[in-house]
């Protein structure tokens, strides 16, 4: 079983920085893709950054030129430097991460969440 553990976040004033981070435990196996997902309170989860093993990287338009994601040395690392916060960045961020297999012929997906890390925005 694949675990996803989450560190930093935490508190920030409007214009600050913060970084998180996620290494995956518990595979021998590559990820396919990483990435961050965030839910607001009384809002929908909604991806925020994703990257894949092949360097491909896709942002939501709210993060663009504000937040980069990027993959550790380390295999299975996954890391989001958010710069320029706001407000509206408030929310708890959660690492994801998916496997692509392919079974008897079938393409499978596997999809892994780690536990959430609460970003507060805010003066």
């Known amino acids: 079983q694949v675990q996803l553990a989450e560190s930093g976040g935490g508190l920030a004033q409007p214009g600050g920085s913060l970084r998180l981070s996620c290494a995956a435990s518990?595979?021998?196996?590559?990820?396919?893709?990483m990435g961050w997902y965030r839910q607001a309170p009384g809002k929908q989860r909604e991806l925020v950054a994703s990257?894949?093993?092949?360097?491909?990287?896709t942002y939501t338009d709210s993060v663009k030129g504000r937040f980069t994601i990027s993959r550790g040395d380390a295999k299975n690392k996954v890391s989001l430097q958010m710069s320029s916060l706001k407000p509206a960045d408030t929310a708890v961020y959660y690492c994801?991460?998916?496997?692509?297999?392919?079974?008897?012929?079938?393409?499978?997906?596997?999809?892994?969440w780690g536990q959430g890390s609460q970003v507060t925005v805010s003066s």
């Open positions: 518990g595979t021998i196996f590559s990820l396919d893709v």
């Open positions: 990257l894949t093993s092949g360097g491909s990287t």
């Open positions: 994801n991460a998916v496997r692509k297999v392919v079974s008897g012929g079938t393409p499978l997906e596997y999809e892994y």
